[in-house]
């Protein structure tokens, strides 16, 4: 069977319509809807029903989903892990978020070299859809995210709680800056505050607005772990009568690939979520002069 109408029907469950599904494969519609022809004849039944608001799963295709799901992530693994890099017994694909690959990525990387030094470890930086899509596609093992995608066969796991403070320099309280930590984030934060917090400048990386309020001034939305140093010296403060927002962190990764292998590599994440670790201080490294 061509993998193609399995991506295809994905595609279609995902977007919630033939027309979305053809602009993000970058085929024509008349592609999509002889895929879908194609795959119903093989399987023997109809997958969607189309209406006017898009094409909604029958019961059959609501059934088929784990199954195309399972057979695209065993494919891909296969070509991905074979054949296996001379001096390597394994192959592991591991993602995260811009926001967390340091230090927590960074740290789950190190452990696993440490621990399994033969495993080849290919690793991923980059936004959530993009992180999400591997997963699907069966590309990727694991992914760190703040926001996850639910999806069947997915699981998702919250490994951190972590919390969203305002906090402001001891300087100056402005400007307000706005930190975009995403889609949830941006809906609370204009529902609690309601204009409250006028911002003039606006940030979609936490360690850029926080180095510019450490030299310049500011107040703005950062994770607790990152501004606890700053807190404890003095250099920061909490803005009173702010909300605090949960911003979590959760590992994403396909059931079908839970191996025992992976429960290992998971319980190495675990054991370094648990241990005390000082995030302003990985910060500082990002933007350390290099040599």
Not at 6 to 27: C, D, H, M, P, Q
Not at 141 to 152: I, S
Not at 172 to 194: K, N
Request: contains cysteine; aromatic residues 10%; glycine residues 6%.
């Amino acid at each position: 069977m061509d993998s193609n109408l399995l991506i295809t029907f994905l595609e279609i469950t995902r977007t919630g319509s033939f027309i979305n599904a053809a602009k993000k494969l970058n085929v024509t519609q008349t592609a999509v809807t002889i895929r879908i022809k194609n795959l119903e004849e093989y399987l023997g039944c109809s997958l969607f029903i189309r209406n006017r608001s898009g094409a909604k799963l029958t019961d059959n295709g609501e059934k088929f989903v784990s199954y195309a799901s399972q057979i695209i992530q065993t494919w891909e693994s296969a070509r991905r892990d074979l054949p296996f890099p001379e001096g390597t017994n394994g192959i592991l694909t591991i993602g995260g978020e811009v926001s967390l690959w340091n230090p927590l990525l960074l740290a789950w990387v190190s452990k696993l070299k440490t621990t399994y030094p033969r495993l080849f470890i290919n690793t991923i930086v980059a936004d959530p859809k993009h992180l999400h899509s591997q997963l699907v596609a069966g590309t990727m093992d694991a992914a760190l995210v703040h926001q996850p995608d639910y999806w069947p066969g997915m699981q998702v796991t919250e490994i951190l709680e972590e919390k969203l403070i305002c906090i402001r320099s001891k300087k100056t309280a402005e400007p307000y800056i706005f930190i975009d930590w995403g889609d949830e984030f941006r809906v609370q934060h204009d529902t609690a505050l309601s204009g409250q917090l006028k911002s003039s400048m606006s940030v979609n990386l936490g360690p850029l607005a926080l180095f510019h309020i450490l030299e310049h001034g500011g107040s703005g939305y950062f994770r607790t772990r990152v501004v606890q140093k700053y807190l404890d010296e003095g250099i920061l403060e909490i803005v009173p009568q702010t909300p605090e927002f949960s911003h979590p962190i959760y590992v994403v990764y396909p059931r079908n690939l839970h191996s025992q292998e992976l429960v290992s590599y998971l319980q190495l994440l675990q054991q370094i979520t648990e241990a005390p670790s000082n995030w302003s201080q990985h910060t500082e490294f990002v933007l350390s002069p290099t040599t």
